[in-house]
């Protein structure tokens, strides 16, 4: 079945790293994906990976990707008070017509200056 | 280039009314999702649109619950005689084609209250 899993909530030091994880069922995903969504805002693509690479780096955002765990993993270095948001991952499905994505809860970042 | 739009931002509707909910995709997008996303939960699919078409509604609840998306004009989402359960934050997100790697991006949700 399709079912993605986080952990509720994380606080953290500003200027100190965040590491938010993910668990996955589908082993079909095709792209994992990190959206972060701001109070009363939609969802803002952060980053991604394809799922037959382990790491991707983007400034400050580190992705890991266990295939065989079924773990995937968000670094923010140094992070900012800005960053205080909820931090969804998603899988991506691509069964039958449609290319769909599977939401994880959200991991509610607090961010303390 | 604007992004996804959605509108209203709120909407407030008494059991028993009818809620509509626009979407107007990203500029050269033809593909348009709604997702629902109850209190405290992730975002659940609820239908995929291409212009005039239903692709797939397999998240679709089977009653009170339609969407469509003209040939003109932004994709609406209606729920006929809402429910309190229908509160929740509706999303939209748009993509160019259904390809794997086509990545979604998201308007900023209509909140719907059911008094």
């Known amino acids: 079945g399709e079912d993605v899993e986080q952990s509720l909530f994380l606080s953290v030091r500003e200027g100190d790293s965040s590491v938010i994880n993910c668990t996955y069922t589908?082993?079909?995903?095709?792209?994992l994906y990190w959206y972060k969504q701001e109070p009363g805002a939609g969802l803002q693509l952060l980053t991604y990976i394809f799922s037959n690479m382990d790491m991707k780096q983007d400034q400050r955002l580190t992705v890991l990707l266990n295939k065989k765990d079924k773990h995937l993993s968000l670094r923010i270095a140094d992070t900012q008070t800005g960053d205080s948001a909820i931090y969804f991952c998603a899988e991506s499905i691509l069964g039958g017509a449609t290319n769909k994505l599977i939401f994880g809860t959200g991991t509610l970042l607090a961010v303390q200056p | 280039n604007a992004g996804v739009m959605q509108n209203p931002r709120h909407l407030v509707r008494r059991r028993g009314q009818e809620a509509r909910l626009r979407c107007s995709p990203m500029?050269?997008?033809?593909?348009v999702y709604w997702y629902r996303q109850l209190p405290e939960e992730g975002l659940k699919f609820m239908v995929y649109l291409q212009k005039e078409n239903i692709i797939d509604e397999s998240g679709m609840p089977k009653e009170r619950f339609s969407a469509e998306f003209p040939k003109e004009g932004p994709s609406i989402l209606r729920i006929q005689q809402v429910v309190r359960g229908d509160s929740a934050a509706y999303f939209c997100?748009?993509?160019?084609?259904?390809?794997?790697?086509?990545?979604?991006?998201f308007g900023s949700g209509t909140q719907l209250s059911v008094l």
């Open positions: 589908d082993s079909s995903s095709t792209y």
């Open positions: 997100a748009s993509s160019r084609s259904r390809r794997s790697d086509e990545k979604l991006f």
């Open positions: 500029k050269g997008h033809s593909h």
